[in-house]
């Protein structure tokens, strides 16, 4: 979960309703499936994805020109990156309860 600066909220849905075509393709390019981002009205970003290995696709993607672009554009957005990139900042929750 990451935190969008409330600021920046309308602009950060924006980008995101174009996506850049390249980006998409590298996505599934390295395994990422069914990604969503959930965004709160108080900036609170959940993103949601099913993959076979999330490190490996996490890495793969992290090696793909077109998202170090990305990554470099979506900094700012955040709250607390630190000096690493908002995709570096993603780590696979645990499961607690699911029904079908």
């Known amino acids: 979960m990451l935190q969008v600066k409330p600021d920046r909220l309308e602009e950060y849905r924006l980008r995101h309703a174009s996506v850049w075509p390249a980006m998409i393709e590298a996505l599934q390019r390295t395994g990422w499936h069914n990604y969503s981002l959930f965004l709160t009205p108080r900036g609170d970003l959940i993103g949601y994805l099913e993959t076979d290995n999330f490190q490996l696709a996490q890495t793969k993607m992290r090696a793909e020109p077109i998202n170090q672009l990305w990554q470099a554009e979506m900094r700012d957005f955040f709250i607390e990156t630190g000096d690493k990139d ?12 699911h029904i079908d």
């Open 86 to 97: 908002p995709d570096q900042l993603m780590s696979p929750l645990d499961e607690v309860f």
